[in-house]
């Protein structure tokens, strides 16, 4: 898989122009209208932010590929290259439910380009997803080490507001079809809010469950870890649940975390984690040599 790699990081971005052009740069045109469209609304302002989060997060995905192709190896080039797998994979799946609509309800003549670009961009995140780094995060609990560093409450800050802007981008929906068909602003409610819901179950279930980080525990360092129990699909589901609770988002500013506590789950710096036992036998046993 990881002779695949070098091609399947350069077909990415090659990929996301071809679609873009055969769609007439439709998300960009809509985005232009928006921008230059005197009357302001809420749902204006807010439809100008998701374009806007969605058009850079597809320039990242066109430049950080090359990016990381191109950089000499170093901590550098594997933070690029957590960032440029986990946008592909989580991106693509979640991305995937929008996909399998528009089969059914554009005419496949106009629609197969995006079938093919769909089933690139779905084997392309398989063999990323599989060409793991040297150090994947393993599955911690936290109960079996005695010395562990919890996440800041600024960094679960920091969690909050930047995953929220990633995920806006992330389940961004949109037909490129219909995009003139109706007023932009009518098309930006779309999905209804129960298809949102799911995208953002979805978004941080397959994050936490896969990487066992969302985009911007990458930056922060840090990663999901079980308190009693490995943090297995059950635990993250029910952690991704108790997110769905009025408010719980801000619940971490007074030491709440519910979706820590409801689902045996916590949030601790990667590779934090130390074995005193371990450590105090490896020291002697060096000493005996």
């Known amino acids: 898989m990881k002779k695949?790699?070098?091609?399947?990081?350069?077909l990415i971005p090659v990929v996301n122009c071809l679609l873009i052009v055969k769609a007439q740069f439709a998300a960009q045109r809509v985005l232009f209208y928006l921008l230059t469209d005197s009357e302001f609304t809420p749902l204006r302002c807010f439809s100008i932010i998701r374009f806007v989060l969605y058009t850079l997060a597809s320039l990242v995905m066109m430049v950080l590929p090359i990016v990381f192709l191109l950089m000499p190896e170093g901590a550098l080039r594997k933070k690029i290259y957590a960032v440029v797998r986990y946008i592909a994979v989580i991106s693509c799946l979640v991305g995937l439910p929008e996909w399998v609509r528009q089969s059914f309800v554009v005419p496949f003549a106009d629609n197969w380009p995006y079938i093919l670009g769909a089933?690139?961009?779905l084997y392309a995140s398989f063999i990323i997803y599989n060409v793991k780094p040297e150090k994947d995060i393993p599955l911690i609990v936290v109960q079996q080490y005695p010395i562990v560093a919890h996440t800041s409450t600024l960094h679960r800050a920091y969690h909050l507001v930047l995953d929220t802007l990633f995920l806006l981008s992330a389940t961004y929906t949109w037909d490129p079809y219909f995009v003139f068909a109706i007023s932009p602003e009518d098309n930006q409610v779309l999905p209804e809010t129960g298809y949102l819901l799911f995208q953002i179950i979805l978004f941080y279930f397959l994050s936490e469950l896969l990487f066992r980080q969302t985009f911007t525990k990458i930056f922060t360092n840090s990663c999901v870890a079980g308190t009693n129990g490995p943090p297995v699909a059950s635990k993250i589901l029910w952690r991704t649940l108790s997110r769905l609770i009025p408010l719980e988002a801000l619940s971490f500013l007074f030491g709440?975390?519910?979706?820590?506590?409801?689902?045996?789950?916590?949030?601790?710096?990667?590779g934090s984690w130390k074995d005193m036992?371990?450590?105090?036998?490896?020291?002697?046993l060096q000493q005996q040599n």
């Open 277 to 284: 036992v371990f450590e105090d036998e490896e020291v002697q």
């Open 119 to 121: 089933l690139f961009f």
């Open 256 to 270: 709440g975390n519910f979706h820590d506590q409801f689902s045996g789950t916590t949030v601790v710096y990667n």
């Open 4 to 10: 695949q790699l070098p091609i399947l990081l350069i």
